[in-house]
């Protein structure tokens, strides 16, 4: 237990709290700035079994942010290249990588047996869909997002409100990385926190559910707030399901545009999320509706503007970058 002295030497560590860490299990879905930054710590911190997921490989563009990997892992699996630098940081910890996506197809298998749940994924689709799954599972998620030169972290799930209850809207346009740009030591600011807030919750430490922090790197500002009794939203919170679920009798609406890939299924038909503002053809009674797009946030648009008109189920569907 020697690699571990400094940490144990404090009351609130010390021998019992290091092997709650050893003996727990943690979930981080996403090898990029974020995971980058929070996983060398949850490792170097003695976390016995860490799954990691990640459907990317590493490329020159992210290596400002992306730190723990070097110039000859560009080309290899995230998931599978994050794995090897942290088992040569720490041998007596597992790291299991998956390389894949997270989707409600594994979701719940790949949380089953967590005691913590990272999500260093920074996507609509996988955000909600973790915090649904935890929601139903009693899992604290830890989530955190990053955009430009600001980003937040958050305790959610495991008895506190969802990710829905915070943000029961998603934003009317989205922005990423590739498109609005980001500063690297902003994500590792966050992604650090994260890691932070998992061992806290691990180590019986203050209340990291419930809480959140915003970070301002260019004011060097912070604020932080609780939102213990944030109610669950009652409507208008469509769940993301697998296109391997879309039924034959389901209302299908493919939002991809044709240059962007084929229709999910035969009987879909092709149109945009304004279309439903005034729509002029609406479900069946009945029916299910499923809006399809790339990253969830045209399907949710579209949701959204159904819901106004039609009372039935629907649900969104995020295909990735490609159509399988």
């Not at 710590?41 to 459907?55: F, N, Q, R, S």
């Not at 992306?66 to 290249?81: N, W």
């Not at 992604?191 to 922090?213: D, E, R, S, W, Y």
């Not at 939203?233 to 679920?245: L, V, Y």
Request: hydrophobic residues 45%.
């Amino acid at each position: 237990m020697s690699r571990y002295a400094r940490q144990m030497i404090l009351p609130e560590v010390g021998p019992e709290g290091q092997q709650r860490l050893s003996g727990a299990h943690a979930l981080v879905v996403g090898a990029g700035g974020l995971g980058a930054a929070a996983l060398p710590y949850l490792v170097g911190a003695g976390l016995g079994h860490i799954t990691l997921v990640d459907p990317d490989r590493v490329d020159a563009s992210n290596l400002h942010r992306q730190v723990l990997f070097t110039e000859a892992d560009v080309g290899r699996s995230k998931a599978r290249a994050a794995t090897a630098r942290l088992e040569a940081l720490n041998g007596e910890v597992t790291v299991e990588p998956v390389f894949a996506a997270l989707t409600p197809d594994n979701v719940d298998g790949l949380i089953h047996g967590c005691d913590v749940v990272l999500d260093c994924a920074d996507t609509f689709a996988a955000s909600y869909t973790l915090s649904d799954a935890c929601v139903a599972a009693g899992i604290p998620l830890f989530t955190a997002s990053v955009l430009g030169t600001e980003g937040y972290a958050a305790g959610c799930c495991g008895g506190a409100p969802s990710l829905r209850a915070i943000f029961p809207d998603l934003p009317a346009v989205a922005g990423s990385c590739a498109t609005n740009g980001v500063l690297g030591p902003v994500v590792g600011t966050l992604g650090t926190l994260q890691a932070q807030m998992a061992l806290n919750h691990l180590l019986g430490l203050g209340k990291p559910l419930g809480q959140m922090l915003r970070y301002d790197a260019v004011a060097l500002r912070t604020a932080t707030f609780r939102f213990d009794d944030a109610p669950e939203p009652a409507d208008g919170q469509f769940p993301f399901i697998s296109h391997r679920d879309i039924a034959a009798e389901d209302f299908v609406v493919e939002l991809r545009g044709a240059d962007e890939a084929p229709c999910v299924t035969p009987n879909a038909r092709r149109m945009r999320p304004e279309d439903f503002i005034a729509p002029t053809v609406l479900p069946g009674e009945g029916q299910r509706a499923v809006m399809v797009c790339r990253t969830g946030l045209r399907s949710w648009r579209a949701g959204k503007a159904l819901n106004e008109h039609w009372s039935g189920e629907i649900a969104l569907v995020a295909m990735g970058d490609t159509a399988t």
